[in-house]
């Protein structure tokens, strides 16, 4: 009997917000925004980058069916954080200021904002 091998992924130090540069790619040198991070499958949607289409059923009679371009999720490892302070590709470490926890660029030492979810 073969079991699905279950690994836990490391937490994204990628955020919602972000913005990042593409490494990897079609879009490889291209920088965007993060629209959304799904840490279980180590993937990461980009604003405008990796654009596929989809293909849209008609819903009524007499309607045609598109063709939509749509952001496709892309593999994380193949993005880096750009750092607001220096505008380098940098990899993201952490800092403890009293009990905050604070991300910080590795090139220039510069804290790394993270932007609040408004609900």
């Given at each position: 009997?073969?079991t699905?091998r279950t ?11 972000d ?23 180590g993937?990461?949607v980009l604003?405008?980058?990796?654009m ?6 008609p819903?009524r009679?007499?309607e ?14 193949n ?13 993201v470490?952490?800092r ?9 660029c ?10 609040k979810?408004?609900?």
């Open positions: 009997m073969v699905k690994e836990e992924k490391a937490t994204p130090r990628v955020k919602k917000g913005t990042v540069r593409v490494l990897l790619g079609k879009d490889r040198g291209k920088s965007a925004s993060v629209l959304g991070v799904l840490p279980k499958r993937l990461i604003d405008g980058l990796n596929v289409f989809k293909h849209v059923r819903r009679a007499g045609k069916g598109q063709r939509v371009q749509v952001a496709a999720p892309m593999n994380i490892s993005v880096q954080v750009v750092c607001p302070a220096c505008k380098k590709g940098t990899r470490g952490y403890f200021d009293g009990t905050d926890k604070l991300r910080v590795k090139q220039c030492d510069a804290t790394i904002p993270t932007k979810a408004s609900n």
